[in-house]
Nanobody, 119 residues
Framework: QVQLVESGGGLVQPGGSLRLSCAVS?????????MDWYHQAPGAQREVVARIWSDALVWYPDSVKGRFRISRDNAKNTVYLQMNSLKPEDTALYYC????????????WGQGTQVTVSS
């Protein structure tokens, strides 16, 4: 059974940084097409904020490009999201998931980790 456990969220001031972790069990992160990080603000849809493919190529939407960085530790089977220059609009629950070749999430969602950016 695949489990996704997100952690590292918290309360941070605008301009601050956080590093989120996504610990994956039950499957190797190198065996999937890609791993995504998502965020979901209250009342909004879940949106992708970063992707890392199995060949280590990465992608970001314009909203976070230059501020967020996705990485992984293959030995720990963990994916990270380094978030810098945080803005209040980054406030959301953050989730990770593996995605197939059509970028559709594959596994049951974890509990997410809350990021709140506020002064």
């Amino acid at each position: 059974q695949v489990q996704l456990v997100e952690s590292g969220g918290g309360l941070v001031q605008p301009g601050g940084s956080l590093r989120l972790s996504c610990a994956v069990s039950g499957i190797s992160i190198l065996s999937v097409n890609a791993m995504d990080w998502y965020h979901q603000a209250p009342g909004a849809q879940r949106e992708v904020v970063a992707r890392i493919w199995s060949d280590a190529l990465v992608w970001y939407p314009d909203s976070v490009k230059g501020r967020f960085r996705i990485s992984r530790d293959n030995a720990k089977n963990t994916v990270y999201l380094q978030m810098n220059s945080l803005k209040p609009e980054d406030t959301a629950l953050y989730y990770c998931n593996a995605v197939n070749s059509e970028h559709v999430p594959i596994y049951e969602w974890g509990q997410g980790t809350q990021v709140t950016v506020s002064s």
